[in-house]
């Protein structure tokens, strides 16, 4: 996947760019200082005092003829004075061979000091030698070089730092007053990160790439026109809507659309996902906002796009934790009262997308800022058809393929699932060697998409057989109890987590959910456990997951939909997050009385207890069609829908509206 939107260099320079120096300057300006260091300390110094490297036996030499004064030796590596000053190597001379050690081809200069290396046979009379000849071994390093040298030797790279340092110091105080703020300047920190869309680049996106959220889309569409033909709108004295917010589940399309609005507005397209507001440093978050609105400014009409922004609009007062709260609140604030600034009529529009509306600041939500939501639903089936097919564009289809089965075999997905989809296809494909994509590319895909890859995992017959039992429970009861999605697939093939898996899927979206069919679900949840007992009369850990599933089923009928007579219509857990799912929390006590609590954990108990009665009932009631599947089961591993049917000898589950729920 592209980042988005590409990083594109603004395509002018922005009209506020402060005079200062672009970084790559900066750093060849560093590095050149650094070699002017160098330069300065290897070649304009040495000549006073810096020490030459002679061959061990000159050394041996100069020391018997009485001219060596001092050395001092660590290691192997001697460094010494000379009493008189020594040309080496001996000028006009032809130069000679390196000696390995020694540095090689150093041009002929006269110096008083030198370095040498002992040789690898260490000369055990060396010692008494320059004793006798009047040399002192000394404890401390010859000084070497002149204090100049050695000075920028040492302290050159820090006093470098320091000045780079009080240099960058001084650029960030003297911007300090040009309305970034304080910490504005420092390294560019409080410019907004903003990336400008380019809407001439190759990879645009346009409404035609966004499919199946067609409510949302027209927004938009509306939005767009208005930037391309703001007469049109504000003719009997509307004004332009300020802000709009995209709210849906996650890869429902929201960053998609507002990549498409980039692509087709024509007018500068700012993003920046919340998240890049935040930093560790105060201040920063409210100073980039500052920026962004600036830059959108002075090119409007302009589209601001800020993507995940509940990392910065939560309600203030709620955070939890410690530092970043009031750097949050900052920048909140700042973007509020960035929005009020704009009237509406110098054409900037601020997009923002979250998946978590409840958590926003109510003042981002008033009329006047982000005025308009646009709710971007996960799509039905003919949106799924249509999302499929923006997707396949670019890949070769069999004849076989019908994206009609697809849409309508895949509930609940969203655009970003569906894209998945199709690429797991192609890939699948590929690895077959194949020359297009074939429907059977397309489910075995989807089946690794919503069951997980299947895991080699050799079980013994006795556990096979448990298993096909559990899994034909599942099935047997999607066919018998009314109302019961069909069942699509039966397989004991272990896949991700489970050791079989049992694919029911609904035949049509569902908006709302009769009891009955919540009933009919928790019954197929518990007929895995049920088929066990049935058959076997013992219980094993492998229905931990149904049971999980079941509770809460039957929980949130007790809690949320009002199904319990005893309980009665009284909401008794936190809301849910519409988009992201998951409970939320009451934050504090529970707004319920103990003697509730427990009236609900019995309620719940008596609906899971019938569940599990009705799903051994039928079980035992239709023990032949269980063992058949069984048997096919352990024969093939996977069923389809038609090889169930057959293998059961049943209908499919009857709908719900013809016949009541009797069970
Ligand atoms: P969101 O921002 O809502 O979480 P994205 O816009 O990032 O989701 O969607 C991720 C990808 O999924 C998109 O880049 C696109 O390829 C695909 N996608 C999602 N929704 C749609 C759609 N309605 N039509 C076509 N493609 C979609
Ligand atoms: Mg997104
Ligand atoms: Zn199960």
């Known amino acids: 996947m592209t ?13 506020n760019a402060r005079p200062k120096l672009p970084p790559r300057k900066m750093w060849a300006l560093f590095i050149l200082a650094l070699v002017v260091n160098y330069v300065v300390s290897v070649f304009l110094f040495p000549s006073s005092d810096a020490p030459i490297t002679v061959p061990y036996t000159v050394f041996r030499d100069e020391a018997g003829k009485g001219n060596v004064e001092s050395i001092y030796s660590r290691n192997t590596s001697i460094e010494g004075r000379f009493k008189a000053p020594v040309t080496w190597p001996p000028a006009g001379q032809p130069k000679q061979k390196p000696l390995r050690g020694t540095q090689a081809q150093q041009p002929s200069r006269t110096a008083g000091t030198f370095t040498t290396e002992l040789p690898a046979f260490f000369d055990r009379q060396l010692e008494p030698f320059l004793i006798s000849h009047g040399v002192e071994i000394s404890a401390v390093p010859i000084q070497q070089g002149s204090g100049w040298a050695t000075l920028i030797y040492g302290f050159g790279p820090a006093i470098l730092l320091i000045g780079f340092y009080v240099w960058m110091y001084r650029r960030a105080a003297a911007q300090g007053g040009g309305g970034m703020g304080g910490m504005g300047g420092i390294f560019g920190i409080g410019r907004s990160k903003a990336r400008r869309y380019d809407a001439e680049k190759d990879d645009r996106v346009t409404f035609n790439d966004v499919a199946g959220i067609d409510e949302a889309k027209n927004e938009l569409v509306e939005i767009v026109d208005f930037l391309k033909a703001p007469q049109k709108y504000t003719r009997l004295g509307g004004t332009a809507p300020k802000g709009v917010l995209l709210v849906g589940s996650p890869g429902t399309g929201k960053t998609l659309l507002a990549r498409a609005v980039a692509g087709e507005a024509g007018v500068p397209f700012f993003s920046m996902s919340a998240a890049e507001f935040v930093e560790m440093i105060v201040g920063v978050g409210a100073a980039r906002v500052r920026d962004l609105f600036k830059q959108a400014r ?5 589209i601001i796009f800020i993507d995940e922004i509940d990392a910065i609009g939560r309600a203030r007062g709620q955070f939890s934790m410690g530092g970043g709260a009031s750097e949050q609140e900052h920048t909140l604030q700042q973007i509020l009262t960035e929005m009020d600034g704009f009237t509406g009529r110098e054409g900037i529009i601020l997009l923002a997308a979250t998946n978590q509306p409840d958590v926003l600041d109510r003042a981002l939500l008033r009329p006047g800022r982000f005025d308009r939501r646009v709710v971007v639903n996960l799509p039905d089936k003919t949106g799924r058809k249509a999302i499929l097919d923006v997707h396949v564009r ?9 994206l009609e089965e697809l849409a309508q075999t895949t509930p609940g997905f969203s655009g970003a699932d569906l894209k998945n989809l199709v690429n797991e296809a192609a890939l699948l494909a590929a690895r077959r060697n194949e020359n297009d994509v074939s429907q059977k590319d397309f489910l075995d895909a989807l089946e690794k998409i919503v069951l997980g890859p299947e895991r080699p995992l050799l079980l013994g017959p006795d556990d096979r057989e448990r298993i096909a039992y ?14 019961a999605d069909p069942v699509h697939r039966v397989t004991i093939v272990p896949r991700g987590m489970a050791l079989g898996v049992t694919y029911q899927r609904p035949q049509t979206d569902r908006y709302n959910y009769p009891e009955a069919y919540l009933r009919a679900r928790i019954v197929g949840m518990l007929g895995g456990r049920a088929a066990e007992e049935v058959v076997y009369g013992t219980r094993t850990t492998g229905a931990e997951n149904d049971i999980e599933q079941a509770t809460q089923m039957a929980r949130n009928m007790v809690t949320r939909w009002g199904m319990s007579d005893a309980v009665g219509m009284v909401q008794l857990a936190p809301p849910q997050n519409a988009f992201l799912g998951g409970g939320g929390s009451f934050g504090g006590e529970k707004p319920f009385s103990e003697e509730t609590a427990s009236l609900v954990d019995s309620e719940v108990q008596r609906i899971l207890n019938e569940c599990h009665q009705d799903a051994k009932r039928l079980l035992r009631e239709h023990r032949p069609a269980l063992d058949g599947l069984v048997q096919a089961l352990l024969k093939q591993e996977t069923l389809s829908e038609q090889e169930i049917l057959d293998a059961t000898g049943l209908p499919p589950a009857p709908d719900l509206q013809s016949r009541p729920l009797q069970v």
């Open 470 to 483: 559990h899994e034909s429970g599942h099935a047997v009861l999607g066919l018998l109890v009314p109302g």
């Open 3 to 15: 980042p988005y939107p590409p990083p594109t260099p603004p395509t002018k320079p922005a009209a």
């Open 394 to 402: 670019k890949v070769p289809l069999a004849t076989s393929v019908s």
């Open 298 to 302: 002075e090119s409007a009409p302009a």
